[in-house]
């Protein structure tokens, strides 16, 4: 039995290079995936115009503590001594603030005869002033990022998001570039090395759990030993620690997607699938989508995430050796 499933997944890692696609049935299935896509955002998608009314939060008076606003602008006319801090929200200046401001998913707004003595942080907005030469301290800063505004906006004010991502028709969009880019990287990797993705298959169904023990070991010494480097040793040399480990967490990472598009593809064209059951490229098609889909569930995404980074990690390290984790054959009795 595991003869033949050896010969089964070296014969569908080394036809994809030398079998014809077939372009008709991958364009219906293309279309049809498109267009569940787009009917399952417009069952869950969720009308981004409609704007919420917000309330200022008004800060008059003199303030010895630093003031913070979650979702809410915050309009400071008196005297804040400390300093200032909103996340999804402005930070209107029209008194005088002695610290910091900053802004996450928001901006600073400093009018007319304001007074900001410390920095000046914005990230997701932009750092506005109505005088030609703001009243600032010549030695404070502005540190600002304006990409993702209305992103970091929506996460600042309800965090829960990141959890459970609305089914927007960009969202959709999104979802639908992720499975056409790594179809294709699955397609160029499965057919630059055939026999490391067979054997990797093969792994991956014959020792699985050994797999991820060997990843989840992994991903523990590299994430301790990365926290270890970095307080350890030079500035130069943990740096570079740390890009040799990011380097192989996107290869493991891609290696490792490309395995289990591979192997549940072919596990899904056979059971589920009535066309292109000889098909190696539509199988890759159906798996990446498959796992597009099963990191897009409200909630589930981090633990499939995570699972799949273990996996990939467990695949990467075992890649160049060929599969001989078996299980023992039972010595005769006599």
């Given at each position: 039995m595991i003869t033949s499933s050896l010969?089964?997944?070296?014969?569908?890692?080394?036809?994809?290079?030398?079998?014809?696609i077939n372009l008709t049935r991958?364009?219906?299935?293309?279309?049809?995936?498109?267009?569940?896509?787009?009917?399952?955002?417009a069952v869950y998608g969720q009308s981004s115009n409609e704007a919420n009314k917000e309330e200022e939060v008004v800060i008059s008076g003199v303030t010895d503590s630093t003031v913070f606003g979650m979702g809410n602008p915050i309009r400071i006319k008196g005297t804040v001594k400390q300093g200032a801090?909103?996340?999804?929200?402005?930070?209107?200046?029209?008194?005088?603030?002695?610290?910091?401001?900053?802004?996450?998913?928001?901006?600073?707004?400093?009018?007319?005869?304001?007074?900001?003595?410390?920095?000046?942080i914005v990230i997701g907005g932009a750092y506005k002033h109505l005088d030609a030469v703001p009243q600032r301290n010549a030695a404070a800063t502005t540190m600002m990022y304006a990409g993702y505004q209305q992103e970091l906006r929506n996460l600042m004010r309800t965090p829960s998001g990141l959890l459970k991502p609305s089914w927007s028709s960009g969202y959709s969009g999104s979802r639908l570039l992720a499975v056409l880019f790594l179809f294709i990287v699955a397609l160029a990797l499965t057919a630059a090395m055939p026999g490391t993705v067979s054997r990797g298959v093969t792994r991956l169904q014959l020792t699985s759990l050994r797999v991820a023990v060997i990843g989840f070991t992994a991903s523990v010494v590299i994430?301790?030993?990365?926290?270890?480097?970095?307080?350890?040793?030079?500035?130069?040399?943990?740096?570079?620690?740390?890009?040799?480990?990011?380097?192989?967490?996107?290869?493991?990472?891609?290696?490792?997607?490309v395995v289990l598009a591979a192997a549940t593809g072919r596990w899904l064209q056979r059971k589920y699938v009535p066309f292109g059951k000889q098909s190696e490229s539509v199988a890759l098609l159906i798996g990446t989508a498959f796992w597009v889909l099963l990191t897009s569930l409200p909630y589930v995404w981090p633990f499939v995430v995570a699972m799949m980074v273990v996996i990939s990690l467990g695949l990467a390290l075992t890649a160049r050796y060929r599969v001989s984790w078996r299980k023992p054959e039972s010595s005769p009795t006599f």
């Open positions: 010969t089964d997944l070296n014969h569908f890692s080394q036809s994809v290079a030398n079998r014809p991958l364009v219906r299935f293309s279309a049809l995936l498109v267009w569940l896509l787009i009917l399952v955002g801090i909103a996340f999804g929200s402005d930070v209107i200046v029209e008194g005088t603030v002695e610290g910091d401001v900053a802004a996450i998913g928001g901006s600073v707004v400093q009018l007319s005869g304001a007074k900001i003595n410390g920095d000046v994430g301790a030993g990365v926290v270890a480097c970095l307080r350890i040793l030079p500035e130069a040399i943990s740096a570079l620690v740390g890009i040799m480990a990011l380097f192989l967490l996107i290869v493991g990472w891609l290696f490792g997607r």
